[in-house]
């Protein structure tokens, strides 16, 4: 009975969410295209699904992976536990005694962004459209990584206090020395894959890691220092893509070049 | 229906394969390094027993509702040739689906405390809501106008690092003169406008958009919609903070 009342949250909470978006689809296509839609039918059930993932999906993520893993990021970050790992007293901890919490913002965003459903679905749309040449699984790896390394930069950032914009000016900036090299085709698909990366499964656990060390670290506040993780995570990936197409880029060129000069 | 069931079963199987990392890193740092024993193990299974479940079900609707609605459209936009009704379509679509979002209420009104603890507006709960609400409305309006941007680049066939590298210079003009303590707030806020129902569709809109005018790649037109979305409301957030 509970996972009935439960389930009927979630449901109705999912379908507010998707109520705007069914009425000015189904509002402009009544009003101004007014041809009827391919295959009605199956839209709709692919709606009713659509719906009833995301419930399932959002339930269980608050039953089973939220809980344990914000009370353990405000675990991992707590001075008491760094403290003891790194054997330093907690009133002088140097920014790399916080080399769990490093991992764990590392870890935590690689695996919560391979679970992402967006990312998910931008992933297969660019590989239908590139004929393959762009690799869903591949795709989604590269991002992962970016965002890995995203948040364990970020963590770190919250740990010593250097101002955010520093850290996002330079980002900018490699991404525009990268686009510059970047063959054509790549360039949109990787600034697109930078906003996908953080919605349904990275905010809330990246969230908790954030404002449990703002917390924790002396001298920082929650209100100005937690805030960013997920900026963070929004910009590397696009570096992380640009990076994995350049990188196979060079390693074809120089296998020709060996070929041709043997 | 025997062909269905193992189709279903393979997507049910992709989906676990892209839950086991999380399920590996928890399971690592609570067993391994804090050394704690998992509470309430079975209520755990089964949530993510319905995680897995959830995904599978998400990708069916993505192929069978989400992507072909997207594309057909766009393109029966296209055909139709008005530019208006395809401006105001795009300009919706962003803004009616980000005003309902349910982590842009939560981190507005989180921003409305921020504003009220620093002092740049009076600490009562009419202030803040109206501040909350008034971001929220700002958030809306400037992915619903990243949206329409980006459907015109698609249209024009602008190259879409000139757009992004100008918001850029934007995002970092305003940083200069946005208070400190709307900053960090206005950064995340790019990332979490897009939801996960928006994505699928505005996707399949640009690539639907891309694949049915002549002369325009899907695959280098197509995409960019999202990264207008994520860009925009940086720069109004900061615009906002000034403001108010």
């Known amino acids: 009975m509970e996972f009935l009342r439960e389930f009927g949250h979630s449901l109705i909470s999912t379908a ?3 109520l705007p978006i069914v009425v ?3 509002g402009f296509q009544l009003v101004v295209i007014r041809r009827r839609i ?4 199956r839209v709709l059930i692919g709606f009713f699904y659509v719906l009833l993932g995301l419930s399932l999906f959002l339930m269980g993520l608050e039953q089973a992976i939220f809980p344990l893993g914000e009370q353990m990021a405000t675990q991992l970050s707590d001075p008491q536990f760094i403290a003891q790992s790194s054997g330093h007293s907690a009133a002088e ?3 790399y005694d916080y080399y769990w919490v490093y991992l764990f913002a590392a870890t935590i965003g690689f695996s919560t962004t391979i679970a992402e459903p967006s990312l998910l679905a931008v992933a297969l749309k660019a590989e239908h459209v590139s004929g393959g040449t762009v690799a869903a699984n591949g795709l989604r790896i590269a991002v992962a990584l970016g965002v890995a390394v995203g948040i364990a930069l970020g963590s770190y950032r919250i740990v010593t206090g250097i101002p ?3 850290f996002i000016v330079v980002g900018y900036v490699v991404v525009m020395i990268q686009t510059y090299f970047s063959p054509k085709f790549i360039i949109a698909l990787a600034y697109d894959s930078g906003g996908v990366t953080t919605s349904t499964v ?6 908790a890691l954030g404002l449990g060390l703002a917390n924790s670290v002396p001298g920082r506040s929650a209100l100005l220092d937690g805030f960013g993780l997920i900026a963070f995570a929004s910009l590397l990936p696009i570096i992380a893509v640009l990076g994995y197409v350049q990188l196979s880029e060079w390693m074809v060129r120089r296998s020709i070049d060996k070929e041709s000069s043997s | 229906m025997n062909e269905s069931l193992s189709g279903f079963l393979h997507t049910l199987l992709s989906s676990l394969r892209d839950l086991a990392p999380i399920i590996l890193v928890i399971g690592f740092f609570q067993l391994a390094i804090l050394q704690q024993p998992i509470q309430n193990l079975p209520e755990i299974a089964a949530g993510l027993f319905l995680v897995v479940l959830g995904l599978t079900f998400f990708i069916y609707g993505l192929e069978m509702g989400l992507f072909p609605i997207g594309e057909a459209m766009a393109e029966a936009l296209a055909r139709k040739g008005s530019l208006p009704w395809l401006v105001t379509f795009s300009f919706l679509l962003g803004f009616g689906t980000t005003i309902a979002e349910p982590a842009l209420i939560l981190v507005s009104s989180e921003a409305a405390k921020v504003a009220a603890a620093g002092g740049m507006i009076s600490d009562t709960l009419q202030d803040r809501e109206s501040y909350a609400n008034g971001l929220r409305f700002t958030v809306a309006f ?4 990243a949206i329409l941007v980006g459907v015109i680049r ?3 066939g602008w190259p879409i690092q000139y757009l992004i590298i100008g918001g850029y210079i934007g995002v970092v003009v305003m940083t200069l003169f946005a208070p400190d303590e709307i900053i960090g707030l206005a950064y995340d806020a790019g990332g979490v406008t897009t939801s996960t129902v928006t994505v699928p569709l505005v996707t399949a809109l640009g690539v639907g958009l891309a694949s049915s005018i002549r002369g325009r790649n899907p695959m280098t037109d197509g995409f960019g919609l999202i990264a207008f979305a994520s860009l925009t409301p940086m720069i109004f957030v900061m615009a906002y903070g000034i403001i108010i």
């Not at chain 1, 990275?202 to 969230?207: E, K, N």
């Not at chain 2, 400037?142 to 106008?145: D, T, Y």
């Open chain 1, 24 to 26: 000015i689809i189904f």
């Open chain 1, 202 to 207: 990275t905010v809330p656990l990246v969230a």
């Open chain 2, 142 to 145: 400037s992915v619903g106008l």
């Open chain 1, 164 to 166: 955010l914009y520093y």
């Open chain 1, 93 to 95: 901890l140097y920014w």
């Open chain 1, 38 to 41: 391919p295959n009605l039918k």
């Open chain 2, 154 to 156: 698609i249209l024009k």
């Open chain 1, 16 to 18: 507010g969410d998707m």
